[in-house]
C-alpha cells in the first residue's frame, strides 16, 4: 500500500435516514490525514478513538455502508485493515488483540452515512472484562 495526496469532496444526500444534504466528512479527507491508501479505499486515524491507535478504513466511492460496497472495495478494505494492523502493533507492542467492526443503519449506531471499518487495537487489562468483545453494543449480551 502506498499513501498519496487526494482531496475530494462533494455533497450528498442522507436520503435514508432523514437528513439534510450535507458535507460527508470522509468524501473530504485530506492527502496529508492517510496514512495508508490502495485504488478503492484509505485508512486514517479515528478522530474520537475508543483505544489509542484506533483507526478508520473507508472506501473512496461514497457509498452508505457494508452492504452496498463492491467487491473489489471490500478486497481494497480487507488489504488495508490486514496492513493496519501491522503498523498498529509495530507501533504499540502491546497492543494484543483487535476489534474490527462496521456499523450499518442509524439503529445500529452508524453516524456518518458512508461505509467504513473501524479498526480498534486492544489491549491487555483496557476493559475488566473483555468476553463478548462486540456483543457488548447492546449491555449485558457480551457475558455467555
Not at 493496519?84 to 442509524?106: C, H, I, K, L, Y
Amino acid at each position: 500500500t502506498s499513501r498519496r495526496t487526494f482531496s475530494r469532496s462533494h455533497r450528498v444526500a442522507e436520503q435514508n435516514q432523514g437528513m439534510k444534504i450535507t458535507q460527508c466528512v470522509f468524501c473530504g479527507v485530506s492527502g496529508d490525514k492517510i496514512l495508508l491508501e490502495n485504488e478503492h479505499a484509505f485508512a486514517f486515524w479515528d478522530a474520537f478513538p475508543v483505544t489509542p491507535l484506533h483507526l478508520l478504513v473507508v472506501p473512496k466511492r461514497h457509498t452508505p455502508d457494508y452492504f452496498s460496497i463492491t467487491r473489489d472495495e471490500l478486497a481494497a478494505c480487507d488489504s488495508l485493515l490486514r496492513a493496519a494492523e501491522a503498523m498498529v502493533r509495530e507501533q504499540d507492542p502491546t497492543v494484543e488483540g483487535f476489534n474490527v467492526g462496521s456499523n450499518a443503519g442509524a439503529v445500529a449506531g452508524q453516524t456518518v452515512f458512508h461505509c467504513h471499518f473501524h479498526l480498534i487495537p486492544r489491549r491487555k487489562g483496557d476493559v475488566g472484562d473483555p468476553r463478548g468483545g462486540v456483543r457488548n453494543v447492546i449491555p449485558n449480551k457480551g457475558p455467555y
